[in-house]
């Protein structure tokens, strides 16, 4: 354990302390990062109120112990300077930690954050497939003049060449559907988990092994979490989610994860707490085979 006492609270840390990074699978990455929210506001406060609701988690979730693993949370970015600038310094946390054959747990923030893991995923050597869950495509080029809006994220991806599979959407433009369908982006749309269960292999076959899941909050209904910026309603339930997420991810190799737009409301905890046990869960269901080469 680091003995000197911290500045900045620690997921988990009323459980297992702050131990070494070294020691650690899990990096949490707090990235309070907003500046093109165009609705709601407060995902600046998202990481924090994770953090804090996190020091209420069980460490058992049910099936498995993932703090066993080792989870160390990184000093929260600072954004104090140019949105270029702000995504170089998440791509560069997030680069060192996958140097280290680490898993980075990026907590934000508005969905911008992304980009910056989606820079560092793209000089890996393994070819990586982003999974999105979400009730926006976000697949606009650019949004209000800015192409870092977070309404622009998965065409930042595409940008890249990843491949992409959506889940949960159910608001975007005509513009996003032409590209979704010029682009033959693989998705499944929130009205179809109404109308027919979850199937067994969800992915295509030729799709990467290698995975990298942004979660955007406001995939759950918001009868789950309320707390985000841009609720739509229709979204998936709690369970279904995680059900979801297991058939993602079986036979796949998660290389790391977002879960982002979480906007805090003062004294409502329970979007807090839900988003938290999000982000636990999924730890749970990443590979202890985890390896990729930098």
């Known amino acids: 354990m680091i ?12 459980e297992i302390g702050y131990p070494f990074p070294e020691t650690c699978l899990f990096h949490i990455i707090p990235a309070g990062y907003e500046a093109s929210v ?26 498995s112990v993932p703090a066993d693993k080792g989870i160390y949370t990184h000093p929260p970015l600072l954004f104090n300077k140019s949105c270029e600038e702000n995504i170089f310094l998440i791509e560069n946390t997030v680069s060192s930690v996958l140097k280290k054959n680490k898993i980075p747990v990026i907590l934000g ?22 999974i999105q869950l979400d009730a926006h495509a976000d697949l606009r080029d650019s949004y ?30 005509y513009d996003e559907h032409l590209l979704r369908k010029e682009k033959n ?16 292999h969800i992915l295509p076959d030729l799709f990467p092994e290698n995975i990298y899941i942004t979660f955007d909050v406001d995939c759950l209904d918001p009868s789950v979490i309320s707390s985000t910026g841009t609720p739509v309603p229709g ?8 059900n979801l997420l297991k058939k993602i991810t079986k036979d796949r190799n998660i290389v790391g994860f977002d879960v982002v737009e979480l ?21 749970g269901m ?9």
Request: net charge positive; proline share 2%; glycine share 8%.
């Open 3 to 14: 003995k000197d006492a911290k500045k900045y609270l620690g997921f988990l840390s009323s």
């Open 38 to 63: 165009s609705y709601g506001t407060g995902t600046k406060n998202g990481p924090k109120a994770i953090i804090e609701a996190s020091q209420q988690l069980e460490l058992f979730n049910g099936h």
């Open 109 to 130: 923030g508005e969905h911008t954050v992304s980009v910056g893991a989606f820079r560092a995923l793209s000089k890996m050597k393994d070819r990586i497939g982003i």
């Open 144 to 173: 209000e003049g800015n192409k870092y809006s977070h309404a622009c994220v998965m065409k930042r991806a595409l940008d890249h060449n990843f491949s992409i599979a959506q889940f949960g959407i159910r608001s975007l433009s």
């Open 185 to 200: 982006i693989f998705h499944i749309d929130a009205d179809i988990f109404a109308e027919q269960d979850i199937p067994k």
């Open 235 to 242: 979204g998936l339930l709690w369970y279904q989610a995680l």
């Open 263 to 283: 906007a805090p409301i003062a004294m409502h905890h329970a979007s807090d707490f839900a988003t938290a046990r999000l982000v636990y869960e999924i730890m």
């Open 286 to 294: 990443v590979s202890q085979e985890f390896r990729i080469q930098s």
